[in-house]
């Protein structure tokens, strides 16, 4: 899994925190900045010092907290990983949207045009239950025979 620049990814945010300040007209009161003899008042950052330390220290628990990323025992960091149950749902999905166009296209193959209600149907009988089949063929088969007596 690629590494993620944590300090990079701070600093955008914190640079579009910035922005949002500047455009509001906001400048939060810093005296470790006001006191930096060598930083020019007009262009100084807004977020500085202790502050963008805090605010960086905030990003990165929140990112950890909510589980897009995770840090390394390096100090590094990288996309966390999903859950079992994130990769099951996705997994299904996915599945689903493959076994279905495989029922399309068997049916397009029939001449059968579906019907939203009856692609909604497809899924619940179906779709859901192709992994137990051993036999695709008839699966599909029977799924698009089974279309064709809904409509009678």
């Avoid at 922005?19 to 509001?24: I, N």
């Avoid at 008042?41 to 897009?68: C, R």
């Avoid at 166009?101 to 939203?116: G, H, K, P, Q, V």
Wanted: net charge negative; hydrophobic share 35%.
């Amino acid at each position: 899994m690629k590494n993620i620049n944590i300090a990079e990814l701070r600093g955008c945010i914190i640079d579009k925190f910035e922005d949002f300040l500047s455009e509001k007209g906001i400048i939060i009161p810093n005296p470790e900045r006001d006191q930096d003899e060598d930083l020019d008042p007009e262009e100084a950052a807004n977020i500085y010092g202790d502050d963008y330390d805090e605010l960086a220290d905030y990003i990165t628990d929140a990112l950890v907290h909510h589980g897009l990323i995770e840090i390394c025992d390096n100090g590094d960091a990288r996309k966390a990983p999903l859950t079992e149950e994130e990769l099951r749902e996705a997994y299904n999905e996915y599945t689903k949207t493959c076994r279905f166009e495989d029922i399309s296209n068997l049916a397009e193959e029939r001449n059968i045009t579906f019907t939203e209600e009856e692609k909604e149907e497809i899924y619940r009988l179906f779709c859901k239950n192709m992994d137990n089949s051993e036999d695709w063929v008839y699966a599909l088969n029977g799924a698009a025979d089974e279309v064709l007596k809904l409509r009678s």
